[in-house]
Nanobody, 120 residues
């Protein structure tokens, strides 16, 4: 079982920046796709960004060019750098670990979520 602990959320003004961190309880990046999702009130949870162990990344259309996902394997931590934040980015952000296909596992892991509020 994997534990994911998120941190870094908070209140920022539009145009500001914030860096989220997700610390995993053990080394998993080689066999999991790591991702950040977010969910705003009344909306479905959506993919923000994901990254594979090889460094391949995927970004949601609404955050392309503004957000960047990265990992520090030595620290078992994945980051989400958020720049040029907009009020529409306000949501609870969740860290996610999804097994790669070769693991033949259906289980995903989720962090507890961290609130990001973008407001003037």
């Amino acid at each position: 079982q994997v534990q994911l602990v998120e941190s870094g959320g908070g209140l920022v003004q539009p145009g500001g920046s914030l860096r989220l961190a997700c610390a995993a309880s053990k080394s998993i990046f080689s066999v999991y796709v790591m991702g950040w999702y977010r969910q705003a009130p009344g909306k479905q949870r959506e993919l923000v960004a994901s990254i594979t162990s090889s460094g391949n990344t995927v970004y949601g259309d609404s955050v392309k060019g503004r957000f960047s996902i990265s990992t520090d394997n030595a620290k078992n931590t994945v980051y989400l750098q958020m720049n040029s934040l907009k009020p529409e980015d306000t949501a609870v952000y969740y860290c996610n670990a999804k097994p790669i296909g070769t693991m033949r596992s259906p289980y995903e892991y989720w962090g507890q979520g961290t609130q990001v509020t973008v407001s003037s």
